[in-house]
């Protein structure tokens, strides 16, 4: 871990994290995929920087390589074709338009991470000032519960190690004042890296001139669903981001892992604390069940072993 | 075996109480390293399986484990878990059971009406928290589920966890304020009034088995000549 001081949010901690240096500006990376060439320098960076050296793979007849994320491949690129409507045409066109839609994907770095919501283990998962959602793995106990909080299905456990993997957003680098390795290597600027408020302003000049160029739907992507997220898209088709590889809509957590790590922890707990004590009390202000006497079952001079023996002399 | 003298009689044999307290063991354990990952000021507990990766790691093979257990005793217990006559009576007069007042009380059998509840209650649980616990299970089984369903289990493991440990409190304290329970599970046997008192059907049942009206082990020998019925027509109540 890089810093300890400027944490905003710890998993599994009740109480607040270290906030001394409070003071920072959100960053954020803008992904504009209307600018993506697919040219996967951002992969490439990102393992250089990381001393990320994943297994080498087999061509699928596609693009995508590897095919998914995994514990060593904390970025990829997602290519998909799409049959559309031409943009820019005359509205009497109804040619359709084959359009190749690629897309960086990585860790988010919601504002509301389901990640650290889900997370049992304290401290294996931290948010910093500046926005960036980070795994100490030492601390991490390989539980997938991250897997299972996060709305866009981003970490990634080892199969080394099982420690739970993804984007730091190179919080190392960030950290000194340089930008993202992603960012660093990209030949299109299609990657870009600074202060949310800057990338949001950047975002906005972009999706206007995509606009004025024919995609009308074009927007950002910074879902307000998990607070908004530090790592954000243009896109051009922004009203159906589910073409770019299945991205989320309406990312939210989802609601079963709210009420699985919200409002029944306390309850559950208190429920069980409160049992335990009624017990306790119980027996102090009733007693016990007693053992009963022979003499009380059987009356006195204890006849009921007598009986016992009757009967056995009778046979 | 006599305790004060008393006559006693078989409750519990040696295989189910090995099995009963092999899987008191590992209830205690799933509890302390489930609770450990379920709510952050639990989370001390995982020091229990030598760590919280440990209880990671370990949390599930002991489930399988207490699932198995769980198994065996439920099935030789099943036909003193079914509901028979007075166990509704006896659920409507619980105030008589909280208060003491036994001998106003209908005779019930092996098990009273809040021994059944527990046992179907981990009935219940027990094969839930299984099932929903494997498809958390990491590395091995979660990757074959999807996300959602992940989700649900984990959310239906927690509650599942809970109504257990909830049952299983009740059931702890139980055998803490009726007296001579513990001893039943420990050594397995109880004298014929403790019999007559709590459980005074399977008590008149037991009666006609010439081992347990003997009241002690050697005494199966001189039984087998003997085949009377019970005779204890109960000069108290209860």
């Known amino acids: 871990m890089i810093n300890s001081q400027n944490i905003v949010a710890r998993s599994a901690t009740t109480l607040p994290a270290p906030h001394a240096r409070d003071n920072v500006v959100e960053v954020a990376k803008l992904i504009d995929v209307s600018k993506c060439i697919g040219c996967k320098a951002c992969q490439v960076a990102c393992m250089e920087w990381n001393d990320l050296r994943d297994d080498v793979g087999e061509c699928h007849g596609v693009y995508d390589n590897p095919m998914d994320l995994t514990a060593e491949s904390w970025t990829v690129m997602r290519f998909n074709e799409v049959e559309m409507e031409a943009v820019g045409g005359s509205s009497e066109s109804k040619d359709k338009q084959l359009s190749w839609l690629i897309r960086k994907d990585g860790c988010m770095h919601c504002a509301e991470p389901g990640c650290l919501e889900a997370c049992p283990a304290p401290g294996a998962i931290v948010q910093y000032a500046n926005g960036i959602v980070d795994f100490d793995s030492n601390n991490c106990i390989g539980c997938g519960y991250c897997i299972t909080g996060c709305p866009f299905n981003i970490p990634r456990i080892s199969e080394k190690d099982s420690k739970s993997y993804k984007c730091t957003l190179c919080s190392d680098r960030v950290n000194v004042g340089l930008e993202p390795a992603c960012v660093k290597a990209c030949p299109t600027n299609c990657i870009e890296f600074g202060s949310k408020k800057d990338m949001l302003a950047r975002a906005d000049k972009r999706v206007n001139d995509l606009k004025e160029r024919g995609f009308e739907k074009a927007g950002i992507y910074d879902p307000a669903g998990v607070g908004g997220t530090h790592v954000m898209y243009v896109l051009h088709h922004h009203d159906e981001p589910g073409l770019y590889h299945g991205l989320p809509k309406d990312p939210r957590i989802s609601p079963v892992v709210g009420a699985w790590k919200g409002v029944t922890k306390p309850i559950m707990s208190a429920i069980l604390g409160i049992t335990a004590f009624a017990g306790f009390f119980h027996y102090i202000t009733k007693g016990p069940k007693e053992e009963p006497t022979d003499e009380e079952m059987f009356g006195e001079g204890d006849d009921h072993h007598h009986v016992s023996r009757e009967e056995e002399h009778r046979s | ?238």
């Open chain 2, 1 to 238: 075996m006599n305790f004060k003298k008393q006559k006693t009689m078989l409750r519990y044999g040696p295989g189910t109480r090995a099995n009963h307290w092999a899987m008191a063991g590992a209830f205690i354990l799933l509890t302390l390293s489930g609770l450990a990952f379920f709510h952050p000021p639990f989370f001390f507990l995982s020091n229990t399986l030598g760590g919280p990766v440990w209880s990671r790691v370990l949390h599930p093979f002991i489930g399988v484990v207490l699932f198995v257990l769980f198994v065996i005793i439920a099935v030789r217990q099943l036909k003193y878990n079914l509901l028979m006559k007075n166990d509704v009576q006896w659920m409507r007069q619980m105030g008589d059971v909280l208060n003491n007042r036994d001998d106003k009380l209908p005779p019930i059998g092996k098990y009273n009406p809040g021994q059944k509840m527990v046992y179907w209650a981990l009935i219940l649980c027990i094969p839930v928290l299984l099932i929903t616990g494997v498809i958390m299970w990491r590395p091995w089984f979660a990757g074959f589920f999807p996300i959602p369903l992940i989700r649900v289990a984990s959310l239906v493991h927690a509650l599942a966890a809970f109504i257990g440990i909830a049952t299983i409190i009740v059931h702890v304290y139980a055998a803490i304020w009726v007296k001579g329970s513990i001893k039943a599970m420990t050594r397995g046997h109880v004298t014929h009034a403790w019999a007559k008192h709590h459980h005074p059907l399977w008590y008149e049942d037991e009666m006609k088995k010439p081992s347990q009206r003997a009241g002690d082990e050697n005494a199966s020998e001189r039984d087998t000549t003997s085949h009377h019925g019970a005779r204890h027509d109960g000069r108290t109540s209860g």
